[in-house]
């Protein structure tokens, strides 16, 4: 199979998530679809893998930018709504030896308006994401992200 996008990405996690949609596909009874459920997959692991820009996303799969902004929130709100909550993640936790919290920025576009999202540690915009994983970092759970600079 050809593909339009060419990224670092293991066959496990592409079918993962084809999979995931084509169940959700199945459920709301959806009848046609512009692209079927492996390029929607892969659509959206390029982008959260890349970053890969919408009007790139669109010209490469030859859907509209709209699309693949719908294509994406599907894709990202299924994986969301398979995360574990914390009392989940907190039972797994009591089963290791140790777990790992560890965090990041995640860089945004955003305009100097939105100060709350101004870093000044790292001199940009962005939305701080926490996990927790086990030793071998695999994710046991993801904080909800927030804005790179606590409102007061």
């Known amino acids: 199979m050809s593909t339009p996008s060419s990224i670092d990405l293991c066959n496990r996690s592409l079918r993962f998530l ?8 199945r459920e709301i009874g959806t009848r046609w679809r512009r692209l079927p459920a492996a390029p929607q997959a892969l659509l959206a692991l390029a982008h959260l893998r890349c970053g890969d820009t919408y009007a790139r996303l669109a010209a490469g ?9 719908r294509y994406i929130r599907e894709a990202v709100d299924l994986l969301a709504a398979l995360t574990p909550t914390l009392t989940e993640a907190m039972e797994t936790i009591q089963e290791k ?7 990041t ?10 100060t709350p999202y101004y870093s000044g540690k790292h001199n940009r915009h962005g939305m701080h994401v926490q996990v927790l994983t086990d030793p071998f970092g695999r994710l046991l759970w993801p904080h909800p992200s927030c804005p790179a600079r606590p409102t007061t």
């Open 18 to 25: 084809t999979g995931q949609l084509a169940v959700r596909r």
């Open 105 to 114: 920025l995640l860089p945004i576009d955003r305009i100097a308006a939105d």
């Open 61 to 69: 799969f030859g859907i509209g930018i709209a699309t693949v902004h």
């Open 97 to 103: 030896a140790f777990v790992i919290l560890d965090g």
